[in-house]
């Protein structure tokens, strides 16, 4: 065998079917469109979703829910992830560029102080948004916090 001998394998390749070359070709006429219907017209294009005239699937089933544009979203973190935080990198000052840094929101997240835990230590702690039990626990532990 060589390159020059090569050949596909038997009955693998197959010329293309010209439909619409008269009626002796087999597949003149109506060129295997049938008759009549959207289908056997030029142009034609079937609609995402078409279901042959029944009442499609996104028609039929309810709608529901509601997205709110004005919906602010707020990175939680737990003031006992602030503590671990302090603890590791011994710091007394804790804000967006801290958290980041320690890998805790990306660079455009908005970030909400949730009270979750316990904070022993006097942390200034700076944020977007802070619960009322959040809040209440870091200045009880001698801290303070500014809101952004």
């Known amino acids: 065998m060589e390159l020059n001998n090569l050949r596909p ?3 693998s390749v197959t010329r293309k079917t010209r439909i619409g070359r008269g009626a002796g070709s087999g597949k003149g006429g109506t060129s295997t469109r049938g008759h009549k219907g959207a289908k056997s017209r ?3 294009s079937r609609k ?3 279901e042959g005239g029944q009442m499609p699937l ?3 089933l309810p709608k529901f829910g509601f997205k709110n544009i004005n919906r602010v979203e707020y990175k939680a973190i737990n003031i006992s992830a602030l503590e671990a935080l302090a603890e590791a990198k011994n710091l007394e000052k804790i804000g967006l560029e801290e958290l980041r840094a320690a ?3 990306s660079r455009k997240q908005l970030v909400k102080i949730l009270a979750n835990g316990t904070i022993s ?3 200034a702690v700076e944020a977007n948004a802070f619960s009322k039990a959040a809040e ?3 200045v009880e532990a001698g801290g303070s916090i500014t809101k952004i």
């Open 136 to 138: 209440k626990a870091i």
């Open 48 to 50: 995402v979703g078409f």
């Open 121 to 123: 230590r006097a942390l």
């Open 9 to 11: 394998a038997a009955g």
């Open 42 to 44: 030029s142009g034609y």
């Open 58 to 60: 996104q028609r039929r």
């Open 103 to 105: 890998g805790f929101i």
